[in-house]
């Protein structure tokens, strides 16, 4: 059984930056494609950005400009995802997710994932 653990959201001004941290269960992320997803109050979880268990890659949401940023210290267990210029529609909580490596081309679907950290409250204020 794989844990995450999100954390580093807050509530923030319009045009403020936020980091996004994920630490995965001990050993559990260097063979783990990740991503970050949110859900905005009354929407669907939706998909954010998505790195490969290499960090060689990375896949992005059409809707994120660029000010989004995802990374990943697979020596740390950890991926983030750094947030620049937010507006209040970024505003939601921000989910992590992991599945071990198998269908990269699938990094962008929810329901490739197999697990699932709690979340972490982002709020932009205007």
């Known amino acids: 059984q794989v844990q995450l653990v999100e954390s580093g959201g807050q509530l923030v001004q319009a045009g403020g930056s936020l980091r996004l941290s994920c630490t995965a269960s001990?050993?559990?992320?260097?063979?783990?494609?990740m991503g970050w997803f949110r859900q905005a109050p009354g929407k669907e979880r939706e998909f954010v950005a998505g790195?490969?268990?290499?960090?060689?890659?990375?896949y992005y949401a059409e809707f994120v400009r660029d000010q989004l940023t995802i990374s990943r210290n697979n020596a740390e267990n950890s991926i983030y995802l750094w947030m620049h210029r937010l507006e209040p529609e970024d505003t939601g909580v921000y989910y992590c997710?992991?599945?071990?490596?198998?269908?990269?081309?699938?990094?962008?679907?929810?329901?490739?994932?197999?697990?699932w950290g709690q979340g972490t409250q982002v709020t932009v204020s205007s």
């Open positions: 790195i490969n268990w290499s960090g060689s890659r990375t």
């Open positions: 001990r050993g559990a992320s260097s063979d783990y494609d």
């Open positions: 997710a992991a599945r071990r490596k198998e269908y990269e081309h699938r990094l962008r679907e929810r329901p490739y994932y197999d697990y």
